[in-house]
Structures are given as structure tokens and as C-alpha cells.
Antibody, heavy 120, light 108 residues
Framework: QITLKESGPTLVKPTQTLTLTCTLS??????????VGWIRQPPGKALEWLAL???????RYNPFLKSRLTITKDTSKNQVVFTMTNMDPVDTATYYC????????????WGQGTLVTVSS | EIVLTQSPGTLSLSPGERATLSCRAS???????LAWFQQKPGQAPRLLIF???SRATGIPDRFSGSGSGTDFTLAISRLEPEDFAVYYC?????????FGQGTKVEIK
């Protein structure tokens, strides 16, 4: 059974850096073809793709946010770590990690999401 | 950036009726890298369709996707009570990957 679970702070202050961790179970972050992405959703709004890292360490970022984002893998813990710098109240959202496999498929397994509020 | 515009914003239907949701892209979505997700309140999105027309594992055959280029459609042949939710289209052909703004299917 494949599961993903996000963890990290629920509250960050403006200008701080957000660090979230996605822990995978049932699939390895180093398995050929595996990618793990981060997607966010402000309350009552639509989804926004942020970043993605593949099994071979290929990384993709949303170009509109790229200067603020970093995505890495911790293979020893089977985790993907996501950071976003200079947080602002408009970054308040539920942050999801999700898996996809290289090819025609899309994000097929999702974490439950974690709500991050940016407020002083 | 490929902008995805979904219509209608809200669809009011009764159980048993057919639902047709539209997703129009501002540029051609190559390789039909277009997916549909279902999201219920408080839950993560659930993949329904990928590659424009392929059903994801475990998705009932009342869900079907079609289209190519800039025009895509999700059809639900007969609405079940559990199908009332928000549906998002998503293109993963061109960076940045983008989502539509969603169509809410509500009980009439």
C-alpha cells in the first residue's frame, strides 16, 4: 500500500522559511520513474503546482516561484523535503505532496495535506 | 503558461443524470497530457483520468474523458450520490503545470 504523509509547521511568520517533509511508504523515492511533487491550495481556491523531484534527482520548479523554492530527497529516510523562503500571508494554503510516475500518468497518490498559515 | 478554463463553474444536477464538464486550454496540450481530479471537502484530490481518456486504477467506468488539443471533456454517465464534488482539470505537458479553477457538481 502506497501512502504519503506531509509534516511540518502549521504556523509560520511572514518572511520566514517554510520547510515541509513528505514521508513515503510502500514506494521508494529512488525507484525508477518515481516523482514526488508539491501542490498547494489556498482556502476555497484552486490547486497550484509548485515543484517536483524525480528518482534520478531531476528537479522541476514552477518558474513563477522558482527563486523561493527548493526540493530535495533524503533517501535514507525515504522522504522529500520542500522549502519555500520569504513566506507571505498569501502563501497560506494546504500543501500536498503527491506521487507520479514518468510517462503519461499524473499524480496518482496524494498525502492528506497540511494547512500552513502565514501570520504574525 | 497554459491557462485552463473550466465550464460551467457550477453544475446543478440530480442523481442519475449525466454530467458533462469542459476544460479549455489557452494553448495546445501536447501528448494529451491532461488529467481530471475529483476533490471532496477536506480531502485530497483523487485522480480520475490521465492522458485525456485513460481511467486511473479503481475508477468506475461511468467516468470518461475525451478531447485533444485545446478542448477536453469529462463525462459522468449517471451521477451517484458520491460523485457530487469539485472537479479539476490539470495539464502536465508544459511547465508550469497548471490546474483549472474547478467545476462544482452539486445536487439539484
Amino acid at each position: 500500500q502506497i501512502t504519503l504523509k506531509e509534516s511540518g509547521p502549521t504556523l509560520v511568520k511572514p518572511t520566514q522559511t517554510l520547510t515541509l517533509t513528505c514521508t513515503l511508504s510502500g514506494v521508494s523515492v529512488t525507484s525508477s520513474g518515481v516523482g514526488v511533487g508539491w501542490i498547494r491550495q489556498p482556502p476555497g481556491k484552486a490547486l497550484e503546482w509548485l515543484a517536483l523531484i524525480y528518482w534520478d534527482d531531476d528537479k522541476r520548479y514552477n518558474p513563477f516561484l522558482k527563486s523561493r523554492l527548493t526540493i530535495t530527497k533524503d533517501t535514507s529516510k525515504n522522504q522529500v523535503v520542500f522549502t519555500m523562503t520569504n513566506m507571505d500571508p498569501v502563501d497560506t494554503a494546504t500543501y500536498y505532496c503527491a506521487r507520479r510516475i514518468v510517462g503519461s500518468t499524473s499524480f496518482d497518490y496524494w498525502g492528506q495535506g497540511t494547512l500552513v498559515t502565514v501570520s504574525s | 503558461e497554459i491557462v485552463l478554463t473550466q465550464s460551467p463553474g457550477t453544475l446543478s444536477l440530480s442523481p442519475g443524470e449525466r454530467a458533462t464538464l469542459s476544460c479549455r486550454a489557452s494553448q495546445s496540450v501536447t501528448r494529451e497530457y491532461l488529467a481530471w481530479f475529483q476533490q471532496k471537502p477536506g480531502q485530497a484530490p483523487r485522480l480520475l483520468i490521465f492522458g485525456a481518456s485513460s481511467r486511473a486504477t479503481g475508477i468506475p467506468d461511468r467516468f470518461s474523458g475525451s478531447g485533444s488539443g485545446t478542448d477536453f471533456t469529462l463525462a459522468i454517465s449517471r451521477l451517484e450520490p458520491e460523485d457530487f464534488a469539485v472537479y479539476y482539470c490539470h495539464q502536465y505537458a508544459s511547465s508550469p503545470w497548471t490546474f483549472g479553477q474547478g467545476t462544482k457538481v452539486e445536487i439539484k
